[in-house]
């Protein structure tokens, strides 16, 4: 039902009270009505609302003002065409007036029609465009004010980007506004002048496109400014960014000026060439190729451009930090606010990542020229740098995953034997376990996440590729987890390590780190942010897998010092009903493990710990958790002893036939079978009557996948309990 008139034109009275309160609740409330999709205004009440707000922007109170310009958003949908128009035009004339403040507010006020202009009414945007285009160019031409200017320069950013189709026919004149604007004294007018330029290619054509990289061009060869090479080197990786495939033209023309720019002694400079070089390689791949040699060279030439700095005393062959090194006594000597080489070395890093990224075909060539270079500088001393390079070399990783998957089983003397990129990566390993060893205990959160993507892309890459290191990368580990400072994203991110480590290595190969590893993740187990408990409950759950492997050959490694704690730490959680619901599930799933692996070494606990099982079963919401955690009990090879829950079981399984959630369906009938076949002479007949009695609907056409399991549950009954062919029958 429409609002009715009444309402809008009482809270229109509110909005003139002398109280700003009153003015704001009703301002308030007009918003809420204007969101409304049933809403219909008649013309006098549009009328009114548009004069009334555009009349609060102006208002004395600030809060006043901000909800009526956020109004506008909503209101320009539900207001016809030249109410749209008459607001554009006000909030235009105030955005170029002498008031300060209410040329910020009118210039919110622009930006808001301009995000919320339907997309699907051309003719209004047009319109409004053409209202807003010429006002605009106006007020950048003019060079008194450079607040107006930067605040025009910003809505014909938006306006470009959203519109720039429907201003064709503006384009000429705003090209004409925007050039003289790169030569402005004011480094945040040529800027954001850049960026209009650059959503300007988006939509203009050919003509106009070849025109403005003519005077890029042309001003660039014969600029005699440094201040003025930076600007024109950025717009051109601005234009390069935006215009993708037509800027692939004139590569040959820009590259030359480009590398004769980079030699310049100006280490912003170095920075805006490396970021063009970036943004060719990304968006102009073809025209790229015969010049992707010398951009590396540059790359690698600058990515240990830091002249202010010796790294030589850091090269020492011991692998220890020092630990009595002070947080920031080593960086105070060196760090100035005039040294910028680090946003060179950045640059280089980036542009190095948008390398290794687009070419795939080079990758022989990356391991044998980057790599190297790339590994020995995650010892760079400014964090952002060397996230960017830990950045490069992941994506070089990336790129070097094998078509068929490495397992780490595979003898490593017929992966030595294979030529190609994985061969060359496992040729580098120790050198990156040395590089990143030190990393790994660096204060910085920020490094040692980086540390741990490397080294998980690693052994994605590599199964089993840490195996002789880990020795190196245990110390990292057990400092993520126990540095009582460590914030709870580098806990989550090492245990999350731990378990990608773990499931891509030998089980053996952790058996002499088992001391500081296993207690290490318990202490994790019991950590009060329910997040680090379930990642700690996972890889415990895969740590008891590798303690003792039940699925390989036996060893001879004497897990049972370790028995007692892990299975008391998932106790305390399984027994927990005040808990988060996925440290619930997980804590079920683990000890479910547990006990599977573990279980004949805790026999005098299973009295206790079964029945909470049974009492998940119970649970709704827990159920399906519960049952595959069942499952890994009684298909162990250890054959635990299930009497204790197995006759109240049996029922509540039988229920679960019943249900209409497939999944449940599917893990009972698993259970099932598995506990006939492992079971069996605890089971009787007549603890199967429920069961077998909630069969008979479950072997049907409308769902083969049930009933195959169905059908083979029947098939381990009958086999077990000949006298059981009557009931089946």
């Not at 548009?50 to 006043?64: C, I």
């Not at 109004?71 to 170029?96: A, R, S, W, Y």
């Not at 009972?668 to 069961?691: F, G, I, Q, Y």
Request: glycine residues 4%; aromatic residues 4%; hydrophobic residues 40%.
């Amino acid at each position: 039902m429409a609002a009715p008139a009444y309402q809008i034109t009482n809270l229109l009275e509110k909005m003139t009270s002398s109280d700003k309160d009153f003015r704001f609740m009703a301002t308030n409330d007009l918003m809420s009505e204007l969101q409304k999709d049933n809403i219909k205004l008649d013309d006098d009440s549009e009328r009114k609302v548009v004069k009334m707000l555009l009349k609060l922007l102006e208002d004395k109170n600030g809060e006043v003002q901000n909800l009526a310009v956020r109004c506008l958003g909503p209101l320009v949908c539900k207001v016809k065409d030249f109410q749209v128009e008459t607001i554009v035009d006000h909030l235009c004339n105030n955005m170029v007036g002498d008031k300060e403040q209410l040329r910020d507010i009118s210039s919110i006020g622009l930006k808001t029609v301009i995000n919320e202009l339907p997309l699907n009414t051309t003719t209004l945007a047009a319109s409004v465009c053409k209202t807003m285009t010429g006002r605009l160019s106006a007020a950048i031409a003019q060079q008194e004010d450079v607040s107006v200017q930067l605040e025009a320069l910003d809505i014909l950013g938006d306006l470009l980007s959203r519109f720039g189709g429907l201003l064709i026919q503006f384009h000429p004149n705003l090209l004409e506004s925007l050039q003289p604007q790169l030569k402005s004294p004011r480094l945040a007018v040529r800027k954001r002048s850049i960026i209009c330029l650059g959503h300007l290619v988006l939509s203009c054509d050919q003509i106009l496109y070849m025109k403005l990289m003519s005077m890029l061009l042309d001003e660039l060869s014969k600029s005699t400014s440094t201040s003025m090479e930076r600007t024109f080197i950025q717009a051109v990786g601005a234009l390069c960014r935006q215009a993708g495939h037509r800027f692939g033209d004139d590569v040959e023309r820009v590259m030359p000026l480009l590398i004769k720019y980079i030699q310049q002694d100006d280490d912003e400079l170095k920075e805006n060439v490396l970021q063009a070089f970036e943004a060719m390689v990304c968006k102009c791949g073809a025209e790229m190729t015969p010049h992707i040699p010398d951009i590396t060279k540059l790359c690698l030439q600058y990515i240990t451009y830091d002249p202010n700095y010796n790294y030589e005393d850091e090269d020492g062959s011991d692998m220890e930090c020092d630990d009595e090194l002070d947080e920031d006594g080593s960086d105070d000597e060196y760090s100035d606010d005039d040294d910028v080489s680090w946003k060179v070395r950045r640059a280089a890093a980036k542009c190095l990542e948008a390398v290794i990224s687009t070419r795939p075909e080079l990758l022989d060539t990356f391991y044998n020229k980057i790599s190297p270079q790339l590994i020995a500088r995650f010892k760079e001393r400014e964090e952002n740098v060397k996230a960017d390079i830990f950045h490069a070399y992941i994506a070089l990783l990336k790129q070097t995953k094998p078509v068929v998957p490495i397992t780490f089983t595979q003898d490593a003397n017929m992966m030595d034997a294979e030529d190609g990129p994985v061969s060359l990566l496992q040729a580098q390993v120790p050198n990156i376990v040395k590089a990143v060893h030190k990393q790994m205990k660096e204060k910085s959160i920020k490094t040692r996440q980086c540390c741990f993507s490397l080294l998980t892309e690693l052994i994605h890459v590599l199964p089993g590729a840490l195996s002789s290191h880990i020795s190196a990368i245990i110390p990292g580990i057990q400092y993520g987890l126990g540095d009582k400072q460590s914030s709870s994203n580098i806990k989550i991110d090492t245990l999350a390590f731990i378990q990608a480590l773990l499931s891509s290595h030998h089980p053996t190969v952790f058996h002499p780190h088992a001391d500081v590893l296993v207690p290490a993740v318990i202490s994790t187990v019991s950590d009060s942010f329910y997040k680090i408990s379930s990642e700690a409950l996972m890889v415990l759950q895969i740590l008891v897998k590798i303690l003792r492997p039940l699925d390989s050959h036996p060893t001879d490694f004497d897990f049972t010092r370790f028995t007692a704690p892990i299975y008391q730490c998932c106790f305390v959680r399984l027994r927990a009903q005040d808990i988060d619901q996925e440290v619930k599930e997980r804590a079920i799933s683990c000890m479910g493990q547990i006990i599977a692996h573990l279980g004949d070494s805790i026999q005098g606990e299973l009295p206790s710990c079964l029945p909470i099982f049974l009492d998940r079963l119970k649970n709704e919401i827990l159920r399906l958790t519960a049952v595959k955690a069942i499952t890994a009990i009684a298909s162990s090879p250890l054959r635990i002893d299930l009497r204790v829950i197995l006759a109240d079981t049996l029922p509540v399984l039988a229920s679960f036939l019943r249900k209409n959630q497939r999944a449940l369906k599917l893990s009972t009938l698993v259970l099932l079978d598995t506990l006939v076949k492992n079971c069996s002479s605890a089971l009787s007949v007549e603890m199967l009557k429920p069961v077998l009695d909630e069969l008979p609907p479950l072997i049907s056409e409308s769902d083969l996948h049930i009933a195959q399991l169905t059908l083979s549950l029947l098939t381990s009954v009958v086999s077990a309990h000949p006298n059981a062919v009557a009931i089946v029958h």
